[in-house]
C-alpha cells in the first residue's frame, strides 16, 4: 500500500493497509524525517518498502535549478509535481545519492523500489494512439544529447545508456549502506513496441539492462490512468518476464492521480483480476489516501492475495 503523505499517522497506515489484507506499506523518502515513524515502522509487522526517486527532485532542484532537465521544446522539466533532474549531472547525483544513503540508512526498508528511474516524460498522460512528435521528452540539454539532433535509435541508445548507468550507481549505493536488501526499479507500463519505441527514447528504459542489475521488475500496471485495457498490462508483464527472467511485482492503480473523484470499482476489479494474474510475488497498490474511504474497494482488495514474502521471492 502506498502512503504519498508523509505525515499520515502510523496507526492511520497500518488500519488501512490491514483493512486491505496487504501485509506492507510503501513509504517515500521523507519518512525517515518522522523518528516516531520510523521507529513504529521498525516494531510493526508490516514491511517497508521504500520508493527511491532517483531523477525527480524537488528539494535538489529548489536549491540547484541549474541542474534542471531540458525538455524537447526547450523548457525547464518542471510540470505540476514533476521536476526531474539533467541525467548526465553528476553534480546533482552526488547530492541525490547523499540523500538516498542517508534515508536507505535510516529507513532499514525490506525492499527498496527505485523510482524515477528513467529521462523526463509524462507517460501518465501520453494517450494511447500517441506518436513519438506528440511527447514531450527529456533531457535535451547539451550534454545529453550534443548539439543536433538525432534520430530515435541513436537518442534510444543514449538515454538507456545514462538512466541504465543511474540505475546502476543507485542499486550498488542502496547494497552498500543496507547489506542484503532486494532492489527493484519502477518500469513504465509501455511496450517495447508503444510510441514508436519511446520506452527506450523517451523514457531511457530497457528492461534487459536494468535486469542484471536489480532483483524485481516493478511495471507501473495503471491502465485506467494511460486508457488502455487491463489486458495491456498482462502483455508488459509477459514482454517483461520473457525479456528479463525476473520477478515481476506490478503496481495496481485503485485511485485515481490527479483528477477529483474515485475510480468506478469495476474498473479496479478489472485492472486487479489482470494484475493477480501476475502477482505470484506480490503487488503493490496505489494509494492509501485515495481508498481509505471507501470500505467497498478495501474488501475487494481484501479478497486478493496479500504481498508475498520479499526473501522468499528471492
Known amino acids: 500500500m502506498l502512503c504519498l503523505d508523509p505525515r499520515t499517522p502510523f496507526d492511520r497506515i497500518e488500519e488501512v493497509t490491514r483493512a486491505a489484507r496487504l501485509d506492507g506499506v510503501v513509504v517515500g523518502m521523507d519518512a525517515a524525517d518522522d523518528d516516531d515513524l520510523c521507529a513504529r515502522l521498525a516494531d510493526s509487522a508490516l514491511r517497508v518498502i521504500v520508493n527511491v526517486p532517483l531523477l525527480h527532485s524537488p528539494e535538489v532542484l529548489a536549491e540547484h535549478p541549474e541542474l534542471y532537465a531540458v525538455t524537447s521544446t526547450g523548457r525547464r522539466a518542471a510540470v505540476d509535481w514533476l521536476h526531474m533532474a539533467c541525467p548526465s549531472s553528476e553534480r546533482f547525483w552526488e547530492l541525490q545519492s547523499a540523500r538516498i544513503a542517508d534515508r536507505v540508512a535510516r529507513l532499514e526498508p525490506d525492499l527498496v523500489s527505485l523510482d524515477f528511474a528513467r529521462g523526463f516524460v509524462r507517460w501518465e498522460t501520453v494517450p494511447p494512439g500517441a506518436v513519438a512528435a506528440d511527447i514531450e521528452h527529456g533531457c535535451c540539454c547539451a550534454r545529453c ?37 532486494p532492489v527493484a526499479v519502477k518500469v513504465v507500463p509501455w511496450l517495447a513496441a508503444d510510441h514508436e519505441g519511446a520506452r527506450a527514447w523517451a523514457c531511457g528504459q530497457d528492461p534487459a539492462r536494468l535486469a542484471p542489475l536489480v532483483d524485481v521488475l516493478m511495471p507501473m500496471s495503471y491502465t485506467a490512468m494511460i486508457g488502455r485495457p487491463a489486458q495491456h498490462v498482462r502483455d508488459v508483464h509477459d514482454e517483461l518476464s520473457g525479456a528479463t527472467g525476473l520477478p515481476v511485482m506490478p503496481w495496481l492503480q485503485a485511485a485515481h492521480a490527479d483528477e477529483p473523484g474515485d475510480l468506478p470499482l469495476d474498473v479496479v476489479a478489472q485492472m486487479l483480476a489482470a494484475v493477480e494474474q501476475d502477482a505470484e510475488h506480490g503487488y503493490c497498490v496505489f494509494h492509501l489516501d485515495g481508498i481509505a474511504h471507501r470500505p467497498e474497494l478495501l474488501a475487494l482488495l481484501a479478497e486478493g492475495s496479500p504481498m508475498s514474502d520479499l526473501k522468499e521471492m528471492l
Open 145 to 181: 544529447v550534443g548539439d543536433r539532433p538525432y534520430g530515435l535509435a541513436e537518442l534510444a541508445r543514449r538515454r538507456t545508456d545514462l538512466v541504465t548507468a543511474r540505475v546502476a550507481q543507485a542499486a550498488d549505493l542502496v547494497r552498500s549502506v543496507h547489506p542484503g536488501v
